[in-house]
């Protein structure tokens, strides 16, 4: 028995280094050592048919790992043990048949290691099957194959949660069809809604990539995005803008987004080979609200124009951040009709305003470069205002920007925080009005 366990060890030793012989130039070495492989190939033939044989042998005979624990000594049950893993057959999940007589031998009493014995199962295969599939504590055969089998087929297809449900199937496809969220804001935003079954992001790329799902992943058009060609640089005009107060000077507050009202502004322009028509963008830093506002021409009273439009809506500016554009050349003007400070960034710094150029981004999707503004009407864009202020985020816990805007504004009025010309906002009741065009 020892020689047998020595003879099998020394197979597993035998292919290990042959594999890494070969590796290495197996070729190589077989014309300059081809005697010492040849005798080195009988061996292995004869190491092999000795495994098969004992192979068929164990199959046949279940019980063999109870046996040896019982006629072998205590001194080689190790080497016992090495024999069993080299040479056992594969494992076999239990199937409708053994949890019948699982039922059965607990009925009558049997313990884990019993039902082990008879089943010719090891003890803690028993145990979990126990465990895992009983109901109330009692294991019932039937009860357990229904458990075992939802469990096989939620590993296989994890999203089926979603195709059973048809609330949440219709939840999930409307938010991403309709308006246009991200898995990732779908996941956080059921984690906050009472009424729906809670699922992860990865669940819901399962779904979409899912057969279930093929028709929505076609529509929503999951490629890459492609990526942008490299463009030309070219030298800039600076705008000769006097008395700028540059970005370093803004306050900490406003940096840190630890204080409501600090607001940052910005244009989208139409294309070169269009019009004027271009909007104006004005974007707040701690609940990242957004206004959007369509002028004929960037010129310095319509800007001012849409400010005043804007002040009723948004009651208080703490400071206002702009880029170097000619349409501000009276920044100081628009400081007083604000009544707030106005800060600048730095030439060719337009990331200092972090903020308002990732709406700017964001924007792009509905309005691509190139295009002419003036075609998209007042209603197109209350539509993509109304899009990006409906949008779950994750930077907010899940929560819209226009349900923190609007929690700011409740605390602001409460407070008596906004501007003594606009106390009006305290009657202001058409909370759902997002845009300051009439």
């Excluded at 496809?173 to 992001?201: C, F, H, M, N, Y």
């Excluded at 979409?208 to 093929?214: D, N």
């Excluded at 803008?241 to 840190?256: G, H, K, S, V, Y």
Aim: proline share 3%; charged share 25%.
């Amino acid at each position: 028995m020892v020689g047998l366990l020595v003879l099998v060890c020394l197979l597993r030793l035998r292919l290990w280094l042959g594999y890494r012989l070969w590796l290495h130039g197996w070729l190589r070495l077989r014309r300059r050592c081809s005697r010492l492989l040849g005798c080195w190939l009988i061996v292995h033939i004869f190491l092999v048919l000795i495994v098969i044989v004992l192979c068929i042998y164990v199959t046949h005979k279940p019980n063999l790992k109870n046996e040896l624990q019982q006629t072998i000594p205590s001194s080689s049950r190790a080497l016992a043990q090495l024999v069993l893993w080299l040479c056992m057959k594969p494992y076999k999940q239990i199937d409708k048949a053994e949890r019948l007589e699982i039922g059965i031998l607990l009925e009558r009493g049997y313990s884990d290691a019993e039902i082990a014995r008879v089943l010719g199962r090891d003890r803690s295969t028993i145990y979990r099957e126990r465990k895992r599939n009983s109901v109330k504590e009692a294991y019932t055969p039937r009860k357990a194959q229904h458990k075992a089998y939802v469990r096989r087929t939620y590993a296989k297809y994890q999203a089926m949660c979603i195709v059973k449900n048809m609330k949440l199937r219709e939840y999930i496809e409307t938010k991403l069809l309709i308006d246009e969220w991200s898995p990732e804001q779908i996941a956080g935003r059921l984690a906050l809604e009472a009424d729906l079954t809670k699922v992860s992001a990865p669940t819901i790329y399962k779904y979409i990539r899912s057969p279930y799902g093929r028709q929505l992943a076609y529509e929503l058009d999951l490629a890459k995005k492609k990526r942008r060609k490299s463009k030309a640089k070219w030298q800039h005009k600076v705008t000769p803008l006097e008395d700028r107060i540059f970005i370093d000077q803004r306050p900490e507050a406003a940096n840190t987004r630890s204080q409501f009202g600090h607001w940052e502004a910005d244009f989208i322009v139409s294309g070169k080979q269009y019009g004027s028509a271009s909007l104006l963008v004005i974007h707040e830093r701690v609940s990242r609200y957004t206004l959007i506002a369509k002028l004929t021409a960037r010129t310095v009273s319509e800007v001012e124009n849409s400010f005043i439009e804007a002040l009723p809506f948004i009651g208080n500016f703490e400071s206002l951040t702009l880029d170097n554009d000619i349409a501000f050349q009276k920044h100081a003007q628009l400081s007083k009709l604000i009544q707030a400070p106005i800060y600048f960034c730095k030439p060719y710094h337009s990331w200092e305003k972090g903020g308002v150029e990732n709406v700017n981004r964001l924007i792009r999707h509905y309005i691509p470069k190139g295009c002419d503004i003036a075609h998209f009407t007042d209603q197109d864009i209350w539509n993509i205002q109304h899009k990006l202020n409906n949008k779950p985020r994750k930077v907010l816990g899940y929560k819209t920007a226009k349900e923190v805007f609007a929690y700011y504004q409740q605390q602001a009025i409460q407070d008596h925080k906004h501007h003594q010309n606009y106390q009006d906002y305290q009657n202001y009741q058409d909370y759902q009005k997002e845009t300051f065009y009439a």
